[in-house]
């Protein structure tokens, strides 16, 4: 008997303590739930938007009524016209503890699923989200008819169930109230660590002045210019699993890696004259490169370098961080076949960073002219302290008739580049720009519109008047 009652009290208190430690686990949760809650809603609060529409960027800025109410109902109009009987779902499935390059990656995936997923009829924007001038990411507007809610609203669920990319990123539906001029924006929904949607309580969404700089910009490691070695590195060996990336690194580090404290030897430094020729296709860098390392018996070289071009057709299929990730360390494989070069003479190149570079600033800004490009001075256009700089480069100019001429005449199958700058011509006249802002060193505009001696003799006195030759 005394053995069956502190049997049945050994029963009691450890009951007691699952239920206590239950009881403890579900305050805990709750509490968590709470807190992830008021986050949530104080970074929908202080959200800046950007919708890349073809008129150019689309800035706005959450604001709660209080707010709203002090400074009045600012100039929602162009907003207002974009969602003229319709709404608009905000996707993105960055993540806050990854870095931008897997962050990236999902996105791309969700790219994927929104065009496998989401009806033609519905137009799909991309688009930026700052919290407070910070914790960039990348995301779509989806802009649906209102009429057809409950269909688009279950295609986002489904989206939102079904794709990986997603996982637990958020989902913001913006929506016009009547014809008050008043725009809300609601986090529909949010993946909580347990498995449920967490929904909160709406914000205004009123026309926000654009960021000083572009959003990409901000940081120097939110966008895909490559300032040093370290950073290519970083970024590729995210996604070694491809057997392209892995070749490219052996590759390269056959050149760069020329001894142990390699990273110490950088910039290179070589001991004669290096000088690089830019510009768009077909406006005669590489004939005026020839001409230029015949007169002065100089060596010749092309960038990308001709060991790792068998790889350009698997990058250029990568996003844009990726793809540039190869063309900047396929540069640091160059600088070191430049200095072995210009050991023996003067060396001439055709294209090296500013092209990666222009490239790459061009297409991350998305859309619009020159206003969306990062400022003049800005750090973005400055050569990178640890690659080896370059004596004189010059930039080849011609009006873009003649260029689309001399395309023609080549007969050649055009690159997705140049396509694309036949498409836009606000891309073609920020890459152009982009190259006009670069510095240290300033680049040196030469008109290739004459005949090639004409070229070759204004660059010739451009380098004498230098003491470059």
């Not at 990308?304 to 990730?325: G, M, N, T, V, Y």
């Not at 190149?349 to 400022?375: H, K």
Request: with cysteine; glycine share 6%.
């Amino acid at each position: 008997m005394i053995q069956y009652n502190l049997w049945r009290k050994f029963l009691g208190n450890f009951s007691c303590k699952l239920l206590f430690l239950r009881i403890d686990q579900c305050f805990s949760k709750t509490l968590t739930t709470v807190a992830t809650q008021i986050k949530m809603q104080t970074d929908l609060g202080s959200k800046i938007f950007c919708i890349e529409t073809e008129k150019g960027p689309l800035y706005m800025k959450t604001s709660n009524k209080e707010n709203v109410d002090k400074i009045g109902i600012t100039d929602n109009t162009e907003l207002q016209t974009l969602l003229k009987d319709k709404s608009m779902f905000y996707l993105s499935g960055f993540l806050t503890d990854n870095s931008f390059a897997r962050n990236i990656n999902r996105h791309e995936q969700l790219k994927k699923s929104i065009q496998t997923r989401i009806t033609d009829k519905n137009q799909v924007y991309q688009g930026i989200s700052l919290n407070n001038e910070k914790d960039f990411e990348r995301g779509f507007f989806v802009l649906y008819d209102s009429l057809d809610k409950g269909c688009v609203e279950k295609q986002i669920s489904d989206l939102v169930s079904r794709s990986g990319a997603l996982g637990s990123g958020e989902v913001l539906r913006i929506f016009p109230s009547g014809n008050d001029g008043i725009i809300y924006v609601k986090l529909l929904s949010h993946h909580s660590e347990g498995g449920s949607n967490i929904t909160l309580n709406g914000f205004q969404l009123i026309a926000s002045s654009p960021v000083k700089v572009h959003p990409a910009f901000m940081f120097t490691d939110t966008n895909s210019v490559y300032h040093d070695i370290q950073r290519c590195y970083d970024v590729l060996n995210e996604f070694d699993s491809f057997n392209e990336i892995m070749e490219l690194k052996a590759i390269c580090d056959k050149y760069i890696k020329k001894n142990e404290n390699w990273m110490k030897n950088l910039p290179l430094k070589p001991k004669n004259p290096v000088i690089v020729i830019e510009g768009l296709d077909a406006t005669g860098k590489t004939t005026l490169t020839q001409n230029l390392g015949e007169k002065l018996g100089a060596t010749v070289l092309k960038s990308p370098p001709e060991c790792i071009c068998h790889l350009r057709p698997k990058f250029d299929s990568h996003p844009q961080l990726l793809r540039r990730a190869f063309y900047s360390l396929g540069n640091y494989a160059f600088a070191a076949m430049i200095e072995e070069a210009a050991n023996d003479g003067i060396v001439i190149a055709d294209r090296f960073w500013n092209s990666t570079a222009a490239y790459a600033i061009a297409t991350d800004v998305g859309v619009g002219g020159i206003e969306s490009l990062p400022p003049e001075g800005h750090w973005v256009y400055s050569w990178p302290l640890d690659l080896l700089k370059p004596d004189a480069v010059f930039l080849l100019t011609i009006n873009d008739e003649e260029r689309r001429n001399r395309l023609l005449k080549r007969g050649t199958i055009k690159t997705d580049e140049e396509l694309r700058l036949e498409r836009s011509s606000p891309f073609r006249l920020r890459l152009e720009e982009s190259y006009n802002r670069m510095e240290n060193p300033k680049m040196q505009k030469i008109d290739a519109s004459g005949t090639k001696d004409d070229v070759l003799n204004n660059c010739l006195e451009v380098l004498k008047a230098g003491q470059f030759i």
